[in-house]
Structure formats: structure tokens, C-alpha cells
């Protein structure tokens, strides 16, 4: 008999009490209720305080569906030790992966272990909390739509919170078809009444603008708004959080922010990798569902926003939400599309047998008063020259420059310009007219320098490690609520249908080229010289 089976309470009267009560039951946020960096414990707490109340902070478990899946492997599990290893879990935590493979909890544990790695920068007593941390983490094997497997899992869950305060998360790390089912069962079997639940889901949150309407009218059944985080872990990079501290908490771009100063703005992901390994995935999908419909346009509206009334993670949604339904409809002709040859570094490489598109570009237009006339030029493509993840911000000419002489015939080389980049290496840089040092009147073009590296002496730490103690706090406000959700679909799906309809072929371009040539005509048809090269 495992440890479990003694505390576990009798599963039906469990399902009957989530039957009663709401299923809706998201509570204030785990940091206001005392889930806030902790030692990581040197004993074992998991079963101490079972049976009696005390003041001991609500336990927390946290479930992964699809538990042996490559997303879970390679970034869920390694981002769960982060945490808990830099005490962001609370002590009495518990992981659970479910899976319908049948492992035992020391299987998952071996499967798992292969992924987690120790911080460098910070590695002191590591393999203890690894142990300490895979002795926390337990495998239910059960279909993910079998209210069995659930009742397990709710049963297994509530062995470790005992009847004390308790909060659960549930990673939906399934493919797309499987999200209705997998939420539904759980939302009935695997809740507790004790605290809050959420679960979280993956992109790409549907197809289109009716499958992903019918999936969240599905999860909306089921849970409320608040205990749902679509996520998109490019979200979680520092870049997107810098974005809206650099504009509201400096004085010195805010004022610029709009029309009046800026020429256009430039978003661009560009991956030198192609799609070999997620073929499949791909295929199915492409770039526009892949990264286009949730990272591009939410970097937009964090970009494009009002200032919003508070940090509030709602307070930030309703303001990114306007600026998605204020994105004018989206020309075919004011698109590009593309796909990347064969790698050839990469045995027996396969053309994409469909016309998915790796590559895409368009220019977009805000139709507000801050925004209004500019361009919004976006480009996102696999198998290119370079790994480019960045915000480039062009400003307007000086008006009346009395330096004009000075400057040279290519005004567009001398205009300032705010780059923020993820990739390659965090930095931020401010490109501005200086003069050159010596006599005479000599003026470059120069930039103004915040390489993360230099300036910070941390380790970055994953996308996902950000965003799941997001969820662990309640802070939604990197993730998509159904209305900007339900926006972004309004403006890519009729695109995307038309793409269908007139089998628009995507311009094939070299592995480790710069993309197809149409996205300079688009960056010449409205005006914006791309500034990545
Ligand atoms: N991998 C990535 O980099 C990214 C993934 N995503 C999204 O994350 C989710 C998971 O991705 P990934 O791990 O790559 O996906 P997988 O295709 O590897 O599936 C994950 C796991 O789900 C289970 N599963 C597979 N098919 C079904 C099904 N029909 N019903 C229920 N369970 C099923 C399997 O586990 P078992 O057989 O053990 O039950 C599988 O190991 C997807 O929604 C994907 O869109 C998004 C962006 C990037
Ligand atoms: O979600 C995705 O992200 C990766 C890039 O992620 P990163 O953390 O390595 O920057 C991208 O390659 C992939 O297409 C997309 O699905």
C-alpha cells in the first residue's frame, strides 16, 4: 500500500461535493495567501501536519497532463524545479503527472530527472533538493478524459493537503483535440473546494476564430475566466515585461509614445532553426497560428496600449484588448508568405508537403487616435540568417535639423531608434546622433548600450519559470483573456481563410537566408526600411 491510500478520502463523496459546489473557485492570489519565496525544507514536510490545522501555508499541487510529451520534458518539469529549487513552491507542494503510459512514480521521476538541471549560478546542495524534488513528484496513469484517472488524481492530491487550506494547478501539456476533454473531466473530478484552481492551457488556443470560440465556450462551461491561463511562454521573456516597465516608468519615452514622434514600429522573431523536429506540429499549424495570432499581437498591444489603471492583471487586459480591436482588417496584399527550403545540414530533409507557411510579414495599422498612420510592420520566420527576437522603434525626423548638412542624403540611417531585443543577448539600445570626438563638426550615428550580460551578473531564467509562478500568484496579465483571444482570431482568420480559399503558395527561400524578397517590397510599400539586416 502506497503512502497515499491511509489520508486519500472516499472519492465519491469528493465528486460529490465538487458536484455541489461551484466549480468556479478561484480565490485571492497565492502570494497573499503565504505562497511567497520559502526556504526550500531540509526534511520531509509532506506528511507532518496531516489531521490537524495549524497555521501552516495552503499546499499546493500542481498536475501535468500529458506528462511524458516533449513540452512537459523539456520545459515544464525543468521550470517546476527552477521554482522550487529558488523556493518559489511552497513546502508542503506536491507534482503530479498524468499520463496514459503506465509508470510507476519512480518511472516518471527517472523520465524527468533526465531534464532538470541545477542553476549555474546558484548550485550549492543541488542534487538534495533534486531528490527532495522528485520525491514530491507522482505519476497517475489514466486517460486524460476518464473520470476514474481524475478521481485518482483529486484523491492523490488531497493525501498531501490533508484538510488544510489547498490549491491546485492543472498544465493541460496536451495536443490542441484533447483540451475540451482533458478540462472537462478534471473540471468535475479533480478540483478542490479548499482554495482556488487554474489550469493552464497551450497555444495555439484553436484554429480559427470558430474553433477557438467553440474551445473556450467549452472551458468557460467549465471554469470561470479567472482560473483560465492561456499561455505563451515567449511572453514570459524579460522583454515583454521590460516593455511596459521601460514606457511607464521613465519619463523620457512615454511622451513619445505615438504618432506625433514615432515613424514605425518593427516586431520581429526570427529563428535560424527550421521546423525539422516539429514537422508534424507545423505542418498542421504554421508560423501564423504558431507565433503571429498570440505572441506578435499581444507584443503589439503591451506595445501600443493606453496606460492602464494599475498592475492589475485585468486593469492590463482591458487595455490590450482595445488596442487588438482597434487593428485595422488585414489586407491579403499587405502580407507576405513563405517557406523555407530544405535544410542542408539535415539528412534526408523534407520539403513541407503543405503550403504552411514558416515565414510571414505583414504591416498592420492602429486605427486610433495615438496611432493612427502608423505602420506596424511584423515579420516572424523559421530557417533564416538569424536568431532575432526583437521591438525596433524608428522615430521621426528632426524637424527643421539644423545638422542636416551634416548628416548625409540617408535621413533614414540617422533617425533615432529604440531597439529592445531578447535575442541575441538581452539588451536595450538607443540609437542617436553624436558627435565624433575631435575638431571639426563630424556627427555619427551611435548607440546607447544596456547589454544584459554586462550590466546584470544573473542568469535570465526560462520563459516558463516567469510565467508558471504567474499563474502560482494569480497575475494573468501576460496571459490572453477570451475577448483579446477572440480579437486576435477576428483579425487573422480572415486572412487565413482567403490564404485557404485562393491556395495562396508561400515564396520559397533559402535555409539560412533573409526570407523571401516580398517583405522588402511590403517594407517599401509603407514606407519602413526593415532594420534587421
Ligand atoms: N513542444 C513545443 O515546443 C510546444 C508545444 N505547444 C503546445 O503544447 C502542447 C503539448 O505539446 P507537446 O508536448 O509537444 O505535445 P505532444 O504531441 O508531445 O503531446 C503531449 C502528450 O499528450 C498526450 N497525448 C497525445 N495525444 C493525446 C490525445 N489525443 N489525448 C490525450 N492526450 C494525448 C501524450 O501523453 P501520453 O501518451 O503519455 O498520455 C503526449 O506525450 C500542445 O498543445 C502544443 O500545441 C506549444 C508551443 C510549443
Ligand atoms: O513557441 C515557440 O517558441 C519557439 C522559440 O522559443 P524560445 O524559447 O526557444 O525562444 C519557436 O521556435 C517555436 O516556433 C514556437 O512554437
Wanted: with cysteine; aromatic share 10%; proline share 5%.
Amino acid at each position: 500500500m502506497n503512502a497515499f491510500a491511509d489520508s486519500a478520502q472516499d472519492p465519491s463523496s469528493a465528486v460529490q461535493v465538487v458536484l455541489e459546489n461551484s466549480l468556479s473557485n478561484d480565490q485571492p492570489s497565492a502570494s497573499s495567501l503565504g505562497v511567497h519565496p520559502v526556504e526550500t525544507p531540509t526534511v520531509d514536510t509532506r506528511f507532518y501536519s496531516f489531521g490537524h490545522s495549524g497555521d501552516r501555508p495552503p499546499s499546493l499541487c500542481i498536475a501535468v497532463i500529458g506528462a511524458t510529451g516533449e513540452l512537459a520534458r523539456s520545459k515544464v518539469f525543468p521550470a517546476l524545479f527552477a521554482l522550487f529549487y529558488s523556493g518559489f513552491l511552497p513546502e508542503n507542494v506536491g507534482i503530479f503527472g498524468y499520463s496514459r503510459k503506465p509508470l510507476t512514480d519512480e518511472d516518471l521521476r527517472k523520465l524527468i530527472a533526465e531534464t532538470l538541471t541545477c542553476r549555474v549560478d546558484h548550485n550549492e546542495k543541488c542534487g538534495d533538493k533534486l531528490n527532495d524534488f522528485l520525491g514530491r513528484t507522482y505519476h497517475i496513469n489514466a486517460r486524460h478524459d476518464n473520470k476514474e484517472g481524475m478521481r485518482t488524481l483529486n484523491s492523490r492530491m488531497e493525501s498531501i493537503e490533508g484538510n488544510h487550506e489547498a490549491n491546485r494547478i492543472f498544465y493541460l501539456s496536451v495536443p490542441q483535440e484533447a483540451l475540451s476533454d482533458v478540462s472537462s473531466c478534471l473540471a468535475d473530478f479533480a478540483q478542490t473546494q479548499k482554495g482556488w484552481n487554474r489550469i493552464i492551457i497551450e497555444k495555439p488556443f484553436g484554429f480559427d476564430a470558430a474553433s477557438s470560440r467553440q474551445l473556450t465556450s467549452s472551458l468557460l462551461s467549465k471554469f470561470e475566466e479567472k482560473q483560465i491561463y492561456r499561455i505563451d511562454h515567449l511572453l514570459g521573456k524579460d522583454l515583454i515585461e521590460n516593455l511596459t516597465v521601460l514606457r511607464f516608468s521613465n519619463l523620457v519615452f512615454e511622451p513619445l509614445w505615438s504618432r506625433t514622434y514615432i515613424r514605425n514600429v518593427q516586431v520581429i522573431l526570427s529563428e535560424d532553426c527550421g521546423i525539422e523536429s516539429r514537422r508534424r506540429y507545423f505542418d498542421g499549424y504554421g508560423i501564423i497560428r504558431d507565433v503571429v495570432h498570440s505572441h506578435i499581437l499581444q507584443t503589439i498591444a503591451l506595445f501600443a496600449m493606453e496606460p492602464p489603471v494599475s498592475l492589475d492583471g485585468e486593469d492590463i487586459r482591458n487595455e490590450k484588448v482595445k488596442v487588438l480591436k482597434s487593428i485595422r482588417k488585414l489586407e491579403l496584399g499587405d502580407v507576405v508568405l513563405g517557406q523555407h527550403k530544405v535544410n542542408p545540414s539535415v539528412m534526408h530533409g523534407e520539403y513541407l508537403t503543405s503550403l504552411t507557411p514558416t515565414f510571414f510579414a505583414a504591416a498592420l495599422y492602429i486605427d486610433n487616435a495615438r496611432w493612427d498612420g502608423v505602420p506596424f510592420l511584423i515579420k516572424a520566420g523559421m530557417g533564416l540568417i538569424k536568431h532575432r527576437v526583437e521591438i525596433r522603434i524608428q522615430f521621426n525626423h528632426v524637424p527643421g535639423n539644423i545638422y542636416r548638412e551634416r548628416i548625409g542624403h540617408n535621413i533614414d540611417l540617422t533617425t533615432n531608434e529604440l531597439i529592445l531585443r531578447d535575442a541575441p543577448g538581452e539588451a536595450i539600445f538607443l540609437k542617436i546622433n553624436n558627435k565624433v570626438p575631435g575638431l571639426g563638426l563630424q556627427l555619427d550615428a551611435s548607440e546607447l548600450n544596456l547589454l544584459y550580460r554586462d550590466k546584470y551578473n544573473v542568469e535570465v531564467p526560462d520563459s516558463y519559470e516567469h510565467l508558471l509562478l504567474d499563474v502560482v500568484d494569480g497575475d494573468a496579465h501576460l496571459f490572453l483573456r477570451s475577448d483579446e483571444l477572440e480579437a486576435a482570431w477576428e483579425l487573422l482568420t480572415p486572412v487565413l481563410h482567403e490564404i485557404d480559399e485562393q491556395t495562396v503558395s508561400p515564396e520559397l527561400y533559402e535555409f539560412g537566408g533573409r526570407g523571401p524578397v516580398g517583405a522588402y517590397y511590403l517594407g517599401a510599400k509603407h514606407g519602413v526600411r526593415w532594420a534587421d539586416d
